[in-house]
């Protein structure tokens, strides 16, 4: 059985810390710079408090980087230095040289790097890349997505627990902006649909000087000549967070927005129940085996054991790293940015 | 473990998605599953089905019944059911039979007693209750958050499926049979309870003329624990509808009220290739859960999740529900 250990226990550490404990793998434990987050983690999965990054390495097979961006780079390059076969948390990095260096050295190393861009996983997400493969859709033409809710860091998350475990989010130089953080996905996601982005150009408030609130609304031009639009959202006022996309091509549409009717929904008359009365609480419940957060890291293991290839290929984490870049540079001289120019201007 | 599974008839749909499930389960799970083998007393249908599964056929179901299975899924006819499942019960430890159970209250007792002289767990085939928004709304019932019950609306509506299910002698009846036991079904489930009392309007032809059989279905209830409701069983989904139908269930309680919508989670398909939208369920598959509960079931020797007595009180509503659409007023139950 696989030992698998985790840095950076937070939301997404111990996301993955759940999920790790329904498959064939022993849990180890964890290692933070910020100590108390591991024991609390330790506390309620299990598995040991680890006081140093080296220690981890010398007790697991796995190493699962959950620290937050700027912090990826190094852990992994330690990973592969000991031979261990790594999950990533996405973005891969903050910048596409750490993370060319990163997969350099995996590369060197022989060991196994998976960038855990987990919307591939989310069902609606995979179900609609199977819509397209099937043919349904005809030519694929354009993408729409939105992803979005209020700012990590606006209220009333202000002053809640763990709020200087996010502050990392507001602070640009660190998390990349809603962007790097919450756009990457979709911007994965749509090259996984429709392939490499030719140009890229996008307005948003990434320098508008609103922190801790932050905004895109992207355009794509795809190598195919398909186009795309992306909005990613850390503006919107308090409530529900929303994933909508929709696809269309020559012969057909595909739409899906989160916040329609839910499968369950419940409404309380009283207020007898911690929950504001009248309020509809929405569920939208799967199966365990359907969680994309099992998926991503069951389709690690099986990866790891039959020596195929991961959905997401390491150089995908590289490319989304590097077209939310541009996106952003896009945003910063106001005009259209060049995949293949921007990628020679980084080297 | 390796559980050796095989197939009595794909006269009812649901075989294609059981088999389906089966060929998943082998796929992924650590216990062994295997398809051993069809049989199908419509060779063509049966053979066709052997090849896309990848399988063996049986001209006959006492030759597939000889290979030492662990279980058998029965996909039969409704009205035969009985036969096949006094067929299997001597030789096979395991039965998970299609719903409704049989056409007769008999015939579903016939069933029952079999397998209990045969030591043979008898379990019908309900995939709604593993459906996750229904195990959600299960739990809140049995956390007891709604308070006291006052009423459930239920629908279960559907497509004409056409074919035997408008056979009165294959099926024993149309849309009241085929579609009402589901949820009478979780209804028992949610609050270990029982119907009490059911008045029903059915309408014969009402929305496919000259149908010749029950194509329409309201059921007023009583339920013991002292609520009422109402269940829709009409198969008045069009064909240009965008998907099969539903199970809708609505439980008002003195607390609140929960809406289930059980398989709303839905991508929208418009492609002119089917000229019409179609919804893409991307939500969990109840069928994977029903089929790896009863592989599970013979991989541990537990008891059945959902028994025969369980098909047969789904079978007497359905029934107590056609009598009361004759006699034109409220029937008791037990029948």
């Known amino acids: ?347 | 473990m390796n559980v050796k599974i095989g197939m009595l008839s794909y006269a009812h749909m649901h075989a294609y998605s059981y088999a389906a499930c089966l060929k998943q389960i082998a796929d992924a799970s650590s216990v062994g599953v295997e398809l051993v083998g069809i049989a199908d007393d419509n060779p063509v249908r049966g053979q066709e089905a052997a090849s896309q599964f990848d399988t063996r056929f049986f001209l006959s179901a006492e030759t597939l019944l000889e290979q030492k299975l662990d279980g058998i899924i029965i996909c039969a006819e409704n009205a035969r059911h009985r036969p096949l499942t006094e067929m299997a019960a001597p030789r096979t430890p395991h039965i998970l039979c299609e719903k409704p159970i049989a056409t007769t209250l008999a015939d579903a007792q016939a069933m029952i007693d079999v397998c209990a002289t045969h030591g043979t767990k008898l379990q019908i085939a309900f995939p709604v209750r593993f459906s996750p928004p229904v195990q959600q709304l299960k739990a809140i019932l049995d956390e007891g958050t709604l308070g006291r019950i006052y009423s459930v609306k239920t629908t279960n509506h559907g497509r004409m499926p056409g074919g035997w299910f408008v056979d009165q002698a294959l099926a024993g009846g149309g849309a009241v049979i085929d579609h009402s036991v589901h949820v009478i079904d979780l209804l028992r489930w949610f609050w270990n309870t029982e119907i009490t009392e059911v008045y029903a309007e059915v309408g014969h032809s009402l929305l496919h003329p000259d149908l010749g059989i029950d194509d329409a279905g309201l059921l007023s209830f009583k339920l013991a624990i002292g609520a009422y409701g109402t269940l829709d069983t009409s198969w008045s989904r069009p064909e240009s509808y965008p998907t099969w139908g539903d199970v809708r269930l609505e439980v008002l309680g003195e607390r609140g009220i929960v809406r289930v919508d059980a398989f709303n989670q839905n991508l929208a398909l418009y492609s002119d290739q089917t000229g019409k939208g179609q919804w893409v369920h991307w939500g969990s598959n109840p069928d994977l859960s029903l089929i790896q509960d009863f592989v599970d079931m013979i991989a541990t020797g537990r008891e059945p999740f959902i028994t025969g007595y369980d098909g047969l009180k789904a079978l007497e509503v359905a029934l107590a529900a056609y009598r009361s659409a004759e006699r034109g007023e409220p029937v008791s139950l037990p029948l």
């Open chain 1, 1 to 347: 059985m696989r030992r698998v250990g985790i840095v950076g226990a937070g939301l997404i550490g111990t996301w993955h810390a759940a999920r790790w404990k329904q498959l064939p793998v022993e849990l180890v434990g964890f290692y933070d710079i910020v100590p108390e987050m591991a024991t609390e983690a330790v506390a309620k999965f299990g598995g040991r408090l680890f006081d140093s990054l080296d220690d981890l390495l010398a007790a697991v097979d796995v190493m699962d980087v959950c620290s937050p961006t700027p912090h990826h780079n190094m852990p992994v390059l330690a990973a592969a230095a000991a031979g261990k076969d790594i999950v990533c948390e996405k973005p891969l990095a903050r910048r596409p040289g750490e993370a060319k260096e990163m997969i350099a050295a995996c590369q060197a190393a022989g060991v196994r790097l998976f960038v855990a861009q987990v919307v591939r996983f989310f069902r609606q997400f995979s179900q609609a890349k199977a819509v397209l493969d099937s043919g349904a859709l005809g030519r694929p033409g354009f993408i729409r997505t939105v992803r979005g809710g209020a700012s990590p860091l606006s209220p009333p998350l202000v002053g809640t627990k763990g709020e200087s475990r996010r502050a990392w989010f507001a602070d640009f130089e660190q998390s990349g902006g809603v962007i790097m953080d919450v756009s990457i996905h979709d911007l994965d996601f749509a090259r996984w649909c429709f392939g490499d982005v030719e140009r890229v150009f996008a307005r948003g408030l990434t320098f508008a000087g609103v922190e801790p609130y932050d905004h895109a609304l992207i355009t794509l031009r795809f190598k195919n000549g398909a186009i795309g639009h992306v909005e990613g959202s850390w503006a919107y006022p308090p409530g529900r967070f929303r994933t909508r996309f929709e696809i269309a091509g020559d012969q057909g549409l595909l739409e899906f927005d989160s916040l329609a009717p839910a499968p369950l929904t419940m409404i309380l008359r009283s207020d007898e129940s911690p929950q504001a009365p009248g309020i509809p609480r929405p569920h939208s419940p799967l199966s365990p085996r359907d969680d994309p957060y099992f998926l991503e890291l069951a389709h690690f293991l099986n990866c790891l054991e039959s020596g195929d290839a991961f959905l997401v290929s390491p150089q995908d984490g590289l490319e989304a790293v590097t077209l939310s870049l541009a996106t952003i540079e896009s945003i910063r001289i106001g005009r259209p940015v060049y995949l293949e120019e921007f990628e020679e201007s980084l080297v």
